[in-house]
């Protein structure tokens, strides 16, 4: 809770994303793309800040071709990217 009081909503969309990544991550395969499905109103809720917010941080993650979208659905393109995001938090 702490490291999401203290930093961007950047840095926490970039960590939350990691999380979840993790969460929907097969035990069986981690080598193939992973399909983060949770609606934009309960993301903002883990993420901890509003909707419109979260949906503007996820249109720059997308611009910048760090994910993608399919509907719902999540999928981290360039997981380095994020993971340098969040190394400095």
């Given at each position: 809770?702490?490291?999401?009081?203290?930093?961007?909503?950047?840095?926490?969309?970039a960590?939350?994303?990691?999380?979840?990544?993790?969460?929907?991550?097969?035990?069986?395969d981690?080598?193939?793309?992973?399909?983060?499905?949770?609606?934009?109103?309960?993301?903002?809720?883990?993420?901890?800040?509003?909707?419109?917010?979260?949906v503007?941080?996820?249109?720059?993650?997308?611009?910048?071709?760090?994910?993608?979208?399919?509907g719902t659905?999540?999928?981290?393109?360039?997981?380095?990217?994020?993971?340098n995001?969040?190394?400095?938090?």
């Amino acid at each position: 809770m702490t490291i999401f009081s203290q930093h961007s909503v950047k840095d926490k969309v970039a960590l939350s994303l990691l999380i979840l990544n993790k969460v929907y991550q097969r035990n069986d395969d981690s080598s193939k793309s992973v399909f983060i499905s949770i609606n934009r109103d309960d993301f903002a809720g883990f993420v901890g800040t509003a909707k419109e917010t979260l949906v503007r941080m996820l249109r720059i993650f997308k611009d910048e071709k760090i994910i993608t979208t399919k509907g719902t659905k999540i999928i981290i393109l360039k997981h380095r990217v994020l993971l340098n995001m969040v190394e400095n938090m």
